[in-house]
């Protein structure tokens, strides 16, 4: 089945500093990756759309200046937390939708990264 | 505002029972339903689905059945098996091919030996 892997799956740091997170789908290509993020006991809050080669699409309400997407290959997608504060502590997933269908059955999702910002 | 609601944080049921999640949704532009299923400190995984021109989808122990004039949808799970406990999410995708899902709250089962 279509693996898709986050990286790291937890990261402490400090106040102020960026943390990137990575996405990977280990055994297809993906157009089209989502990042999502889910606080806790709350639902999974699609943040951005992430498509290869082209900017990301932010929803509303999320920094796109804060949260930055890159999406440089099929197989990886990149999420970058500028300058974290306490308020971004939260779990980071990843899903990728595999090249060429439409169905939303075949979006897989990552393992998640839990972020914590001290 | 909240377009996809699971109202009930928590479900237990006896093992060998049925367990049923409930999911209501307010946009009525929605055009495909989907239930995922996860453990802590994982991504969701995908169990069953629905077109909003079906009104059932069956697979194995899993049922989702689609009331769309009442905005309703719930996965039945029978028989409920212990290893079925985990968090289950309703998720609702808009029209169109963006490939955007809205997710609901979630729901915490917990089937008991």
């Known amino acids: 089945g279509a693996v898709v892997s986050q990286h790291p799956s937890w990261v402490i740091c400090k106040s102020g500093t960026s943390v990137k997170i990575e996405c990977r789908s280990l055994?297809?290509?993906?157009?089209?990756m989502f990042w999502y993020r889910q606080f806790p006991k709350q639902s999974l809050m699609l943040m951005a759309t992430?498509?290869?080669?082209?900017?990301?699409?932010?929803e509303q309400g999320v920094e796109k200046d804060k949260f930055l997407i890159n999406h440089a290959s099929l197989t990886l997608s990149t999420l970058t937390v500028t300058s974290a504060h306490p308020e971004d502590s939260s779990f980071y997933i990843c899903?990728?939708?595999?090249?060429?269908?439409?169905?939303?059955?075949?979006?897989?999702f990552g393992p998640g990264t839990r972020l914590t910002v001290l | 505002d909240q377009q996809v609601k699971q109202n009930s944080p928590s479900l237990s049921v006896q093992e060998g029972r049925i367990s049923i999640l409930n999911c209501d949704y307010t946009?009525?532009?929605?055009?495909?339903f989907l239930w995922y299923k996860k453990y802590p400190a994982e991504g969701p995984t995908f169990l069953i689905s629905?077109?909003?021109?079906?009104d059932k989808n069956e697979d194995g122990r899993f049922t989702v059945f689609l009331n769309k004039s009442a905005k309703h949808l719930s996965l039945h799970i029978v028989p409920s098996q212990p290893g079925d406990s985990a968090v289950y999410f309703c998720?609702?995708?808009?029209?169109?091919?963006?490939?955007?899902?809205?997710f609901g709250q979630g729901t915490t089962l917990q089937v008991k030996p």
């Open positions: 992430s498509n290869e080669g082209s900017k990301a699409t932010y």
């Open positions: 629905i077109s909003s021109i079906k």
């Open positions: 899903s990728a939708r595999p090249e060429g269908t439409a169905s939303y059955n075949e979006q897989f």
């Open positions: 055994d297809f290509q993906a157009t089209t």
């Open positions: 946009n009525s532009m929605f055009d495909y």
């Open positions: 998720a609702a995708r808009g029209r169109g091919n963006t490939g955007k899902l809205i």
